[in-house]
């Protein structure tokens, strides 16, 4: 490709999860490397989280918003996601897949707190009630036994310190 017009596009998602150090380094190097215009980089970030390494490596007076200026010509500002639409979406698709289990699904659901839990903790806690609901399926479990499962499961998710505490 030395002679084509083409752009290589380079996708980098969740630097911010990367150590302060690793994360900054890449983008002064990918800055410093890769700005020859054949090369387009967009990044996946929580600014949030980036903003806290930058203030990590070069303490707290360093002025971030300048700072990542020089690395991104254009942002975009994704609205955060609602856990209560994740909910919702997963308890139909549980009370679509296992009807007879639909009180326990909502009752799950209904006690999950919205402040507080992410949608990938919304997301776990779906894969755990949608394969404790699959071993009830195959009735290996008495329905004692799948209510105490399944409220200590959503015990786990909403305090993992009461889960500690009791387990």
């Known amino acids: ?5 083409k752009k290589i596009v380079i996708i980098v998602d969740e630097l911010d999860r990367c150590r ?8 002064e190097r990918v800055k410093h490397l890769f700005d020859t215009g054949k090369y387009l980089f967009i990044f996946t970030i929580c600014a949030t989280q980036l903003k806290e390494s ?3 490596i070069y303490g707290n007076a360093y002025e971030e918003t300048g700072y990542f200026r020089r690395f991104f010509d254009i942002q975009f500002y994704l609205p955060l996601p609602k856990v209560k639409e994740c909910l919702e979406k997963n308890q139909k698709l549980l009370t679509d897949k296992y009807p007879e289990n ?6 799950v659901h209904d006690s999950v707190p919205e402040n507080g839990f992410s949608l990938r903790t919304c997301d776990q806690l779906n894969t755990f009630l949608n394969l404790i609901l699959q071993i009830q399926n195959k009735n290996i479990l008495a329905n004692d036994e799948l209510m105490y499962l399944t409220f200590g499961i959503v015990i786990r998710f909403v305090s993992y310190e009461i889960f500690k505490k009791y387990l």
């Open 54 to 56: 930058v203030r990590q």
């Open 1 to 5: 490709m030395p002679n084509s017009d």
């Open 102 to 107: 639909k009180d326990l699904i909502i009752a």
């Open 20 to 27: 302060p150090t690793f994360a900054i380094e890449l983008l």
